[in-house]
């Protein structure tokens, strides 16, 4: 998450150590840079696709036409026009995606990280209510919920996912946390007499950024499956356009009985590669932030090589002899 | 800064000072899963004077670091009193703020102690904004580079600029010192300052830490296993084995004269390049002799009631199955040992 | 590596005063003269990188058998670097980039280990040298008992030897170390500190092995645990009659066990004397600061200063003395050329100009001696 802040401006935050880290590793992990382009790809479809596709929603007579140059990817039993679906679809995904991973993430650091900086009833309590909301069966409880909520507009089903969904991220950042809590510079915080919601602010977040945005990829990941899930089983708002929503149709309308293969293999695709492109660049990440994962290769051309870590980590362990 | 050391230890035969912090009986127990608590600190007391230096020896797992961290508040003690000098006791806000302006502590791991993702000037800005209320951010930098000027930092508008890998282990002891002085405190606590630096560098921070204290005044308590440098550096000495003091006295007394077999044992294991090969091949073995045919983890378990170091102590006796109490030494020196039940008349000779 | 004949005389002049020196620890064992176990030559290690750091540079030392070299150095000196070297364990990015490190093994062959087979170097790493790190926890297997971690070890070395064989084996071992050899059942989170080294030691020793290399094998201890195992490592080492390389930091400890010993700063040998010589004299000015920053325990109180700055970025190639700019004693050649490691007349080898006729140096250290 921190590389990715870090790009639009890079000169202000060269000196920045963990971005600085981001920045390098950027160039460094394929993991991340194929991950990257497949989220770009999609974050600008759904940002400006729906621009150049109209009324994908709209029937015609030209019902289950094959992929074509008129139709790229066919039409549906309705005449309607699959890629255009599929363009809309996106925006509609990531918000749904997106928005729930967000949320999550919010939820689970205001618990976990509250909870185990101020200690005591608070944490107890907080720390229970997680433990609890972790062992309900969390797809059950999704699809009751939805069921109930099933209005209008996307906000209902982010805010189903998101609050089911928070509760593992909690526990790993209240561990992480109380692993902060003793490290001796917010011991010299505390010492300072600072309120915890500022150690929390200044010491203790920017040192979880690296899991608190693997955390939200997981999160976001999850949720884009979730909601593909409870569309395909009808309960989402089937006015929306979603992934999950074209699915649903694709099956409702018996496209596989008919061969229509062109109505639900792409988004069923589309689904899979979100999820993958989120994966990798969590997988990036995590090389990066966590030196021990990296694989090291020898140089190919002499004076430029992939071992810039070396002196660090040669440092590193004299140090630790030499004490 | 070439004559700190010989004029630190003068200060030892001066009258003493009315007492900046006093502690009574501070207990410590540690919770522990499936067992009874561990007693990390038992019932130790002390004081600390301004412009002089107690340095409280002891290996790890003697309790002394848990002794900074009840001061520091991170721990609450089981039992006992601190007191500061014209700090209200209690425990509100207010009281905490002055109780933490007056008391401020230096960390053993200068690599630990810095936040990696902050720059020098910012980990000294949050004490200054915080105590020294400056009128202007221009007010604030000046005072950081100040406090970068008073441990020797310099050039200090570039090293305020620089993020702690940038800088060596001595540079980042120098700023956690920077930011304890930032508060102006009247107590520093000085937890292992240099165990974790090169050791061509230690003495330096040392003389820095002396310097300041003399300069500005405060008290110090110099938490170390090193008897060389706390003898050094400080006016006197506790030595703390398994939770309480067994011994406490003047600095050279405790070191060139000392009265508690385990204060005897650490002294003659510190490696000492002045002595000819020869003899110390015969120091020896008169020490694997001396340990006799016990097996060594026998001399590392734990031991119960009674007196704590007795299943290492060569001296043990029938009476060590009681706890000692504290014994007159000498002027000023205690012991935590039977040894000085008569006084300490005789008992120097025991080898 | 660009050494005159005359250089490498001397060296050898050298050399030949330590193995003399050395008789009266190797007198242990029977009827051996002092032998060479291990000699390296010229040896240099680069960690790769976009600017590689040079740790280790030209570095020869030999070792008779039942010597005890020490090598002293502050962290980042290269010190564990060049154990890793000598041991053969270097791992990339790490390379040997010069040099040659040879062994006499048990059958007397001579073996360079940068042309034998891994199977024969795993064979040489425990039958003829063997390692003690800092960190016995990392050495030990957490969730084996220490006896099986024992057994494996004869397991893959002595196939000929059966259950029996091995455990009374291993018991007697931890015997050796001062250790119950009912805790051959224990695991090593149920030991303390001390024990777990001591364990480390007796397994090192397991395969009689002529070499022990040790980095910071006390450090982590408290100083009386530390002095225990000193003294039983001593107390083996006569007994058993294997040769020591001692890595520490710690000056004063090397002082007191080593037979020759050897500081290093910044990659390099600078000075390399028989132990109590530099105790006694200390040659090079980065000893003497390193000397001095042990304060004396009972000795006088004085003014103590230890040595300003800091060691030098071994990514930066310094043209002069890697020293010069903490060194107080530093004059014009200082900045310009690197001194050689090479013995004065009537002393033993320093890397230092002020030891250098050439510039007539030797007014300059005499004045400057402390």
Redesign the interface.
């Known amino acids: 998450m921190s590389a990715v802040a870090a790009v639009p401006q890079p000169a202000a935050t060269a000196n920045r150590p963990g971005l600085l880290r981001g920045m390098r590793g950027l160039r460094r992990s394929r993991y991340l840079t194929a991950g990257l382009a497949i989220l770009a790809v999609f974050v600008l479809t759904g940002l400006f696709g729906p621009l150049f596709v109209h009324n994908a929603d709209a029937f015609s007579s030209n019902r289950l036409e094959h992929p074509s140059a008129t139709y790229w990817l066919g039409t549906t039993q309705t005449g309607q026009d699959v890629f255009g679906q599929l363009v809309e679809s996106t925006r509609g995904t990531l918000v749904v995606g997106l928005g729930a991973g967000l949320i999550a993430t919010v939820v689970s650091v205001l618990v976990g990280v509250g909870g185990a900086l101020n200690g005591g009833v608070l944490d107890d309590l907080l720390s229970l209510f997680s433990n609890v909301a972790l062992v309900i069966p969390q797809l059950p409880l999704v699809i009751i919920v939805a069921a109930f909520v099933k209005g209008s507009g996307d906000w209902p089903i982010v805010l189903v996912i998101a609050f089911t969904s928070w509760a593992a991220s909690a526990r790993i950042l209240r561990a992480q946390t109380l692993s902060l809590r003793e490290r001796d510079y917010v011991l010299a915080a505390r010492a300072g007499g600072e309120p915890a919601w500022r150690i929390a602010l200044a010491d203790v977040i920017p040192n979880e950024l690296p899991i608190i945005g693997s955390q939200f990829i997981y999160a976001t990941i999850a949720a884009v499956l979730t909601q593909a899930t409870l569309a395909f089983l009808g309960l989402a708002n089937p006015s929306q356009l979603t992934w999950g929503n074209m699915l649903y149709f694709a099956q409702n309308d018996e496209a596989l009985d008919s061969g229509a293969w062109w109505w639900f293999v792409p988004p069923g695709l589309c689904v899979a590669l979100l999820g993958a492109g989120l994966a990798m660049v969590n997988f990036g990440l995590d090389e990066i932030f966590n030196p021990r994962l990296r694989v090291y290769r020898e140089p190919r051309r002499r004076g430029r090589s992939a071992a810039a870590a070396a002196p660090a980590d040669l440092a590193d362990t004299e140090q630790e002899r030499a004490s | 800064m070439s004559t700190d050391t010989t004029t630190s230890a003068q200060a030892g035969t001066e009258d003493a000072a009315a007492p900046v912090l006093e502690v009574n009986d501070l207990t410590v127990d540690y919770r522990r899963r499936g067992a009874g608590p561990l007693r990390a600190v038992d019932h130790l007391s002390f004081r600390l004077e301004p412009g002089r230096t107690l340095a409280l020896v002891g290996e790890s797992g003697s309790g002394k670091s848990t002794v900074v961290r009840a001061l520091a508040g991170f721990v609450a003690p089981t039992e006992g009193t601190v007191a500061l000098e014209g700090v209200r006791g209690g425990r509100g806000r207010r009281a905490d703020r002055e109780y933490r302006k007056a008391l401020q502590l230096v960390f053993q791991d200068p690599f630990a102690s810095l936040n990696p993702m902050h720059t020098v000037a910012r980990h000294l800005r949050r004490p200054v904004v915080r105590y020294q209320a400056p009128g202007s951010r221009a007010q604030a930098h000046e005072a950081v580079l100040e406090l970068l000027r008073s441990v020797n930092l310099t050039p200090e508008a570039d090293i305020a600029g620089k993020y702690p890998h940038e800088l060596s282990g001595g540079q980042r002891q120098r700023v956690a010192i920077a930011r304890a002085l930032a508060t102006g405190p009247r107590v520093l606590l000085a937890d292992e300052p240099v165990s974790m630096l090169d050791v061509s560098i230690r003495l330096e921070i040392l003389n820095l830490l002396d310097r300041l204290a003399r300069e500005r005044d405060m008290a110090m308590l110099y938490v170390t296993h090193d008897l060389a440098t706390a003898r050094h550096f400080s006016s006197q000495i506790m030595v703390m084995y398994r939770g309480e003091v067994v011994e406490d006295g003047p600095s050279d007394e405790v070191i060139l004269n000392p009265a508690h077999p385990y204060t005897r044992m650490l002294a003659a294991a510190a490696p000492d390049p002045t002595i000819p090969r020869e003899r110390a091949a015969a120091a020896r073995r008169e020490r694997i002799e001396a340990r006799g045919a016990r097996v060594a983890e026998y001399r590392e378990a734990d031991t119960g009631a009674g007196c704590r170091f007795r299943s290492r102590c060569p001296h043990a006796m029938p009476v060590c199955g009681q706890h000692p109490p504290d014994f007159a030494a000498g002027p000023g020196h205690t012991a935590r040992c039977w040894l000085f039940e008569n006084g300490s008349a005789g008992v120097r000779d025991v080898p | 590596m660009m050494r005159t004949e005359d250089e490498r005389g001397r060296d050898e002049e050298f050399d030949q005063s330590v193995d003399r020196g050395s008789v009266t620890t190797a007198s242990g064992l029977t009827g051996a003269g002092p032998r060479t176990v291990l000699r390296a030559q010229g040896v240099s290690v680069e ?5 590689p ?1 040079r ?1 280790v540079q030209d570095v020869s030392l030999e070792l008779a058998a039942g010597e005890v070299l020490g090598i002293a150095g ?4 290269g010190k ?2 060049l154990a890793y070297a000598l041991t053969g364990m270097l791992r ?3 390379r040997l980039t010069a040099g040659s490190i040879q062994y006499t093994d048990v059958d007397g062959d001579l073996i360079d280990i940068s042309d034998v087979s891994p199977e024969r170097l795993r064979s040489l790493r425990w039958n003829t040298v063997s390692m003690v ?3 016995a926890m990392n050495a030990l297997n957490p969730v084996t008992s220490v006896g099986r971690q024992f057994a494996d070890v004869f397991k893959a070395h002595r196939p000929q030897m059966d259950r029996r064989a091995r455990t009374e084996r291993s018991a007697e071992l931890l015997e050796m ?4 050899p009912g ?1 051959l059942r224990s695991f090593p989170h149920e ?2 500190g ?2 777990r080294q ?1 364990v480390v030691i007796a397994m090192a020793l397991a395969l009689d092995p002529r070499i022990v290399v040790m ?2 094998p006390t ?1 982590a201890l ?7 195992i000193l ?2 490592l ?2 083996l080492q006569e007994r058993l009659g294997f040769a020591v390389i001692f890595i520490t ?5 090397l ?3 080593s037979d020759k010993l050897a500081v290093m700063y910044a990659g390099r040998f600078v000075e390399y004397a028989p ?2 010589q530099i ?1 006694n004299n200390p040659l090079h000015p980065y000893t003497r ?11 006088e ?8 700055g ?2 030098p970025d ?2 930066e190639r310094v043209p002069g003395c890697a020293f010069a700019a903490r060194c107080r004693d530093a004059f014009e050649p200082c900045g310009e050329r690197r001194p050689e490691l090479r013995a004065p007349a009537g002393a033993w080898p320093v890397a230092c100009h002020l030891h250098d006729p050439q510039f007539g140096g030797l007014e300059r250290a005499g004045g400057s001696a402390r």
Do not use: K, W
Not at chain 3, 301 to 308: F, Q
């Open positions: 960690y790769a990188g976009e600017r750091v740790a502050e962290s980042g000196c564990s670097t990339p990015p790490a790190f800092q960190s170390v001062g250790i119950d805790r030991l303390s001390g024990m001591r980095d910071e450090t408290d100083v009386l645990v530390q002095r225990e003294d039983e001593e107390r930091h710690d000056l004063g400890l002082l007191e066990i132990g109590e105790a600061g390193l000397l001095n920053s042990f304060p004396d325990l009972r000795g109180r004085r003014a103590l200063s230890g040595i300003p800091s060691p071994l990514r």
